[in-house]
C-alpha cells in the first residue's frame, strides 16, 4: 500500500467499521466501492487492521461473486440469467453488447475498461431482462438500450449521469391484500402489542426468559406470544416452520455474560423468480421494521439485522432513511414507545452475491465476516446464532405479516388463508403472463386463479413453483393450491406457456446451483457440477438413456447426503420435469446407447490447426458404428 | 459331447506403454490353463490385425490421438465385453497428465521451442500420422466399457483372479491386496 | 452409575458416553465407519459425507450427529456403499489423482478407502482441472492436483500449531481450494515448519515432506498391510 490515498479511504472504511472483523463483509463491500477492487496488498492490509490471519479474509473476499480479488474493468456488466430473462431475450442482447464492444462474455476488455458476464437472478423478473452495471441495478433492457449503453460505456459516462429511467424499479402490486394495502401508520402494531400486556408486564421486556426465572409479571412479551399461538404463522421463506416455536426457543435459550439476543430479517431473496421482499423493503419497510420490533420485544432481543442481498444495494440509502426515522420517533433505539429497557436497533448488512447466504445458519456466518457456509446443525441459530447467541432469522414477509398479527390480533390472522397455512402469501409472477408482477392471496388460492388474474398467455404448460428449489407443475396440476399442505412455495411463481421448452427451464436452473453451491460438501459440489455438464450433454444432443438415468442416480445421491438444502433441492426441477416432461429430454436424445459427452471432431481440431491438416484422416466422425477399416 | 466351445478374447493397446500385457504374461504358467478355455482373437499375443467378434475385448491405454479411437471402436463393436486394464484405460494415466495444459502449447514446445531441436523441424503433419486429441481420455469417456481392471499394472494374480471370476461367470472381484491403482 | 447407554448399529448394539458422536462409538467399539474428512483429533467437519449412515432411516452424517440411546443406524448397508463409491468416484474425478507417480500412494486414506470399498473405476468424465504445485518451501510441496477439500490441514494448523498457515476459501467446484496465509500464496512465504503437525495430517498426497518420497517399498505401506476398515479403527 504505497498509494496514500489508498491507505487512507481503506482506513476511512475501517475504522467507520471500529476495525471489527465480523463486519468483514461490509468493510469489503465500502472498499470495492470506494477502490474498486481488492488487491493483495487491501487484503494484507484489511487483516492486519482487524487481526485476522490473511488466509481467513482471503477465504471471505474469494468466495463471494461480487468481491473481485482481481482488477475489475471500470465498467462492471452482470446480466441477470435466470430462465425468466432469457425468455425474454437476455442473450441475444448480451451477445450484441459483447460484439459491439469487441468483447468476450466473462473477459475484462484489453484496456480494462468493461467487462459483460452473466449472474444469477437479480430479482427483477416482472421487469426483464435485467443487469447489474457496477453493482447497481437496471431494468427493462432492450437493443436500443445496449446500443446506448455501449456508447455510455465508451465515453466512461459516469453512472450517475446515464438516463435515470433505466434504474428505475416498479413495484408491480397487482393483486393487495393486507400487507400489501398499504395503510400501516409506523408505530401501531408496537403499541397494540405492548396495549396487551398487563401494565406491570410492560417494562424491562428485554431482560428475561422462562428459563432464568421469570420475574412474575412480565407478561408483556408473552402475551405477543399468545397472538403468535393464536395466529399459527409459519416462516415464510418456504419451510414454514412454525413462527411462534421459533421464537420461543430463542427467548428460552439462555444468555451468557455479555450476550443478548438477536433478530434477523432474511432480505437474501436469491431463489431466482422471486421479488416480493424488493417490494416490500421498497414499498413497505415499515411494515417488516415493526415486525422486527415486535418479535425483538416478544423474545428480548436487543440488536436486530436486515440481510440484504447484495443485488439490491440501491435500496440501502433510502432503508437507512427509514430506520433514522424509526429512531427519531422512538420506534428504535433505547427506551422504545417509553417502556424503560426496551432497547433495540436495526442495521442493514449487504450480503455480495450468493445464494446459499438465504440458508439461515450460512447467512449468520456472513453476518459474522465469514464465507456464507451452512453450518453443522443442530446447534441452531435460536440457542447458537450470531456470535453464538441466540438468534431468530425470518423471512421480510414474516416480519411484515407479524406486525399485522401484533397489530389485529393472532385470532383475526387465523381466520385468513386455510386451517394450516394462515394468512396471505406474496406470489412473484413473472414468465409468460400479460401483467407480471406481485399477487397476494389468502392462503389456499388455487394456480389456475394466480394465472387467470396475472393473464397468462394462451395455452400453459407448466409453472415452477417456488423457484428452481421447489416445484415444477403440469398443466394438469393448476387446480393445486397455494399452502403448506398442498404447493408449499416461498412465492416464485415462473410461467412457461407451450411454446416454451421445459427442459431448457431445467438446464437454466442446473447451472445455476452448480454456481451457487459453496462447495463445502462433495455431493453438492461435484454433483451440481456433473448434473449441469449432463444438462449440457443433453442440451447439445449429445445424451442418450444413459444420461438420463446418470441423473436420476445424482438426484437420489444429493437428495439425502447433502450437507444443506442447496445440494438436497438441486436436483428437484430435473427430477419433476424428467417425470412430467420426459419428451422435451427424450427428442435430444443421440441414441439409446452411450454416447461421449464431447464431440470426437471437434477434439481434434486443435491438432488440424497445428499442422494445417485437413485430409479424411484428420477427421472422426461421431458415431460409434464408424470404424475406420482401410489404414 | 462336443468339446466346450472356447471364449474368443481381444486385447489391444492404445495410449499404454504395454506393461499391462506384460503383467498378462506374469500370470505365468496359468496362460496354459487360460488357453484351454480361451482363444486369442487380435492381440500383440498372435498379431492379428483386425478383431472380429469376440466374447471379451481387453483395452490398455488410455484414448491420446485418432486412431486410438477407431481401434477402440473397432473393440466395442466386436466385443460383446469390454474390459479396462491398467490406470491409463481406466482414468487416462500418465498420459493424462498434460491435460491441464492446451495441446496447442505442448505441440509448440515439444516441437518449436524446445531447446536441442533440429534446424528445421516442424510439427509432423504426414497423412499417416494419426492426429492427437485436446485431451487424452480413458475409455470409459468414448464408448461403453463394462468391466475396470485397475493397477499400474494390475498383478498377475489380479489379473488370474479377474479373469477366471468373469469366465466363470462371476462379477469380478478382487479384494485387499488384489485391488491396486498403482 | 447409570447403565450403560447403547444404539444400533448394523443390528449390533454399540455402548457410548454421553456426548459421543455415532463416529466416535463406533470407532471405540471397533466398527468401521468410512470416513476422510474426520480424524479423532479433531472437531468433525462433515464435509466429505463418506460417513453418511441411516439414522432411524434418515440419512445424517455420522462423525457429527451425536450418539442417542436406542437409535438404530445402518452402516454398512449395500445401499449406503453404493452412495459411498459414487462419492468417492466424484472425488477422484474433481482432482487430478494419478496414483502410480504419486507419492502417498498406498498410504492415502483416498486411494484405501476407495480400495475398501470396491471401486474399480472413476465412472464419471473426468475434469483434470488445472491446479499448479507449490514447491516454494523448503521443505515442504504442496500438490494442489489431490486435494479433497477435507480442512484437515486447516484445523491442524490453527488448533494444534496455532499457526493458520492454511484456510478453505473459495466457492464451488472451480473456486473451492486451499488458501496460504501469504500475500504471495505460497507456502515459502509463510512460517509453515515441516515440524508443524499439519505437515503431516495430510490424509492423502498434497502435503508432501521433501527428500523422502517413496521410502516405503511396495507392499509395505500402511494400507499394504491391512485395509482402511481396519487400520483405521486399530489407531
Known amino acids: 500500500m504505497n498509494d496514500q490515498n489508498t491507505l487512507s479511504t481503506l482506513q476511512a472504511v475501517l475504522s467507520r467499521h471500529g476495525n471489527d472483523g465480523t463486519r468483514l463483509m461490509q468493510i469489503l463491500r465500502e472498499t470495492q466501492e470506494a477502490l474498486g477492487w481488492l488487491s493483495p496488498a487491501t487484503l494484507t492490509a484489511v487483516a492486519k487492521t482487524i487481526g485476522w490471519p490473511r488466509a481467513k479474509v482471503e477465504g471471505t473476499a474469494a468466495f463471494y461473486s461480487f468481491f473481485h480479488t482481481r482488477p475489475r474493468g471500470k465498467y462492471c456488466v452482470l446480466w441477470s440469467d435466470n430462465i425468466t430473462d432469457r425468455m425474454l431475450g437476455n442473450r441475444d442482447l448480451m451477445q450484441a453488447m459483447c460484439e459491439k464492444l469487441w468483447l468476450e462474455p466473462g473477459r475484462l476488455s484489453e484496456d480494462g475498461l468493461v467487462s459483460v458476464n452473466t449472474t444469477s437472478c437479480t430479482g427483477m423478473c416482472d421487469q426483464g431482462p435485467a443487469l447489474l452495471v457496477n453493482y447497481r441495478a437496471i431494468t427493462r433492457m432492450d437493443m436500443a438500450r445496449v446500443e446506448q449503453m455501449v456508447e455510455l460505456i465508451r465515453s466512461e459516462t459516469p453512472l450517475d449521469q446515464w438516463p435515470a429511467e433505466w434504474f428505475r424499479v416498479e413495484d408491480n402490486v397487482r393483486r393487495a391484500d393486507i400487507l400489501l394495502s398499504g395503510n ?51 416462516g415464510r421463506g418456504g419451510a414454514g416452520f412454525s413462527t411462534r416455536l421459533k421464537w420461543e426457543a430463542c427467548r428460552n435459550a439462555p444468555l451468557k455474560d455479555g450476550q443478548t439476543r438477536i433478530v434477523v430479517c432474511n432480505a437474501d431473496e436469491g431463489e431466482p423468480g422471486t421479488f416480493k421482499d424488493r417490494v416490500l423493503l421498497s414499498a413497505h419497510a415499515d411494515l417488516v421494521f415493526e415486525g422486527m420490533t415486535v418479535a425483538a420485544y416478544a423474545i428480548g432481543a436487543t440488536k436486530g439485522f436486515v440481510y440484504l442481498r447484495g443485488e439490491y444495494r440501491y435500496l440501502l440509502e433510502p432503508l437507512n432513511e427509514v430506520l433514522a426515522r424509526r429512531r427519531q420517533a422512538n420506534l428504535l433505539g433505547k427506551n422504545i414507545l417509553g417502556l424503560s429497557g426496551a432497547d433495540f436497533d436495526i442495521e442493514i448488512h449487504l450480503g455480495a452475491g450468493a445464494y446459499v447466504c438465504g440458508e439461515e445458519s450460512a447467512l449468520i456466518e456472513s453476518l459474522e465476516g465469514k464465507p456464507g457456509r451452512p453450518r453443522i446443525r443442530p446447534p441452531f441459530p435460536v440457542t447458537n446464532g450470531y456470535l453464538d447467541q441466540p438468534t431468530i432469522v425470518n423471512n421480510v414477509e414474516t416480519f411484515a405479516s407479524t406486525a399485522m398479527i401484533a397489530l389485529n390480533g393472532g385470532e383475526w390472522f387465523s381466520k385468513i388463508g386455510t386451517k394450516q397455512s394462515t394468512g396471505t402469501k406474496i406470489l412473484s409472477v413473472s414468465g409468460d403472463v400479460l401483467r407480471p408482477g406481485l399477487y397476494e392471496y389468502p392462503f389456499g388460492v388455487t394456480i389456475q386463479q394466480v394465472l387467470d388474474d396475472a393473464g397468462a398467455k394462451g395455452c400453459v404448460q407448466g409453472v415452477q413453483v417456488s423457484g428452481p428449489s421447489g416445484i415444477t407443475l403440469s398443466a394438469d396440476e393448476l387446480e393445486r393450491r397455494i399452502a403448506f399442505e398442498d404447493t408449499p412455495t416461498a412465492g416464485a411463481m415462473m410461467v412457461f406457456d407451450c411454446s416454451r421448452d421445459m427442459f431448457e427451464v431445467a438446464h437454466n436452473f442446473a447451472h445455476f446451483f452448480a454456481h451457487e453451491s459453496c462447495g463445502f460438501c462433495t455431493p453438492c459440489r461435484v454433483g451440481t457440477q456433473i448434473v449441469a455438464r449432463l444438462m449440457d450433454k443433453l442440451a447439445t444432443n449429445h445424451g442418450s438413456q444413459y444420461d438420463i438415468s446418470e441423473l436420476f442416480k445424482m438426484h437420489r445421491l444429493m437428495q439425502g447426503a447433502s450437507h444443506c438444502g442447496l445440494g438436497n433441492t438441486a436436483c428437484n426441477s430435473i427430477f419433476d420435469t424428467l417425470n412430467k416432461f420426459k419428451p422435451a429430454y427424450e427428442r435430444r436424445l443421440k441414441s439409446l446407447d452411450f454416447e461421449p459427452a464431447f464431440d470426437l471432431d471437434a477434439a481434434l481440431s486443435e491438432a488440424r490447426q497445428m499442422t494445417g491438416r485437413d485430409d479424411a484422416g484428420a477427421h472422426l466422425s461421431n458415431e460409434l458404428s464408424h470404424v475406420e477399416t482401410s489404414r | 459331447m462336443s468339446e466346450k466351445k472356447k471364449l474368443r478374447v481381444a486385447t489391444t493397446s492404445l495410449a499404454g506403454c504395454f506393461g499391462c500385457h506384460m503383467s498378462i504374461l506374469d500370470i505365468d504358467e496359468r496362460l496354459l490353463d487360460l488357453l484351454e478355455v480361451v482363444e486369442f482373437d487380435r492381440s500383440p499375443i498372435t498379431d492379428i490385425k483386425h478383431c472380429g467378434p469376440c466374447d471379451l475385448g481387453i483395452i490398455e491405454g488410455g484414448v491420446c490421438n485418432a486412431e486410438n479411437v477407431h481401434v477402440l471402436r473397432e473393440f466395442r463393436n466386436n466385443c460383446k465385453i469390454l474390459v479396462a486394464i491398467g490406470a491409463c484405460s481406466v482414468n487416462g494415466g500418465l498420459p493424462a497428465q498434460r491435460n491441464h495444459l492446451e495441446l496447442h502449447d505442448i505441440l509448440t514446445a515439444v516441437y518449436q521451442t524446445e531447446g536441442g531441436l533440429a534446424h528445421g523441424v516442424h510439427i509432423p503433419n504426414d497423412p499417416e500420422l494419426p492426429l492427437p486429441l485436446n485431451q487424452v481420455h480413458p475409455i470409459h469417456e468414448v464408448v461403453k466399457v463394462d468391466y475396470f481392471l485397475p493397477g499400474c499394472p494390475p498383478s498377475g494374480d489380479a489379473i488370474w483372479k479377474f479373469l477366471t471370476d468373469l469366465i466363470a461367470g462371476r462379477t469380478p472381484h478382487l479384494g485387499h491386496g488384489l485391488i491396486h491403482y498403482d | 452409575m447409570s447403565e450403560q447407554q447403547t444404539f444400533l448399529l448394523d443390528n449390533e448394539e454399540i455402548p457410548f458416553n454421553p456426548g459421543e458422536t455415532i463416529m ?49 443406524v445402518e452402516n454398512r448397508t449395500t445401499e449406503l456403499d453404493d452412495k459411498r463409491r459414487t462419492l468417492l468416484q466424484m472425488l477422484f474425478i474433481e482432482g487430478n489423482h494419478f496414483c502410480p507417480s504419486c507419492e502417498k500412494s498406498g498410504n492415502c486414506l483416498l486411494q484405501a478407502t476407495a480400495y475398501d470399498l470396491g471401486m474399480m473405476s472413476p465412472h464419471f468424465d473426468h475434469f483434470y482441472p488445472d491446479r499448479p504445485v507449490d514447491a516454494s518451501h523448503p521443505d515442504v510441496l504442496l500438490d494442489f492436483n489431490r486435494c479433497i477439500l477435507c480442512s484437515l490441514c486447516v484445523q491442524a494448523s490453527e488448533l494444534a500449531d496455532k499457526k493458520f498457515v492454511f484456510n478453505m476459501g473459495g466457492r464451488g467446484m472451480r473456486g473451492r481450494k486451499i488458501i496460504i496465509n501469504s500475500e504471495s500464496g505460497k507456502l515459502g512465504d509463510t512460517n509453515f515448519s515441516v515440524d508443524d503437525r499439519a505437515a503431516s495430517i495430510c490424509p492423502v498426497g498434497v502435503i508432501l515432506k521433501k527428500r523422502v518420497g517413496f521410502a516405503v517399498p511396495y507392499g509395505e505401506r500402511k494400507y499394504d498391510k491391512a485395509p482402511a476398515s481396519v487400520v483405521e479403527v486399530a489407531k
Open chain 1, 184 to 234: 400501516f401508520v409506523p408505530g401501531s402494531a408496537l403499541r397494540a402489542a405492548v396495549a396487551r400486556a398487563t401494565a406491570d408486564g410492560t417494562t424491562a421486556s428485554n431482560d428475561r426468559s422462562v428459563k432464568e426465572s421469570l420475574p412474575r409479571g412480565l407478561v408483556g412479551p408473552t402475551a405477543m406470544l399468545d397472538e403468535m399461538r393464536l395466529s399459527n404463522l409459519r
Open chain 3, 24 to 72: 466416535q462409538a463406533a470407532k471405540a467399539a471397533g466398527k468401521y465407519i468410512p470416513h476422510l474428512c474426520w480424524h479423532p483429533e479433531f472437531k468433525p467437519h462433515g464435509s466429505c459425507k463418506l460417513c453418511t449412515v441411516k439414522v432411524n432411516g434418515r440419512f445424517g452424517s455420522s462423525c457429527t450427529m451425536q450418539a442417542t440411546a436406542g437409535i438404530t
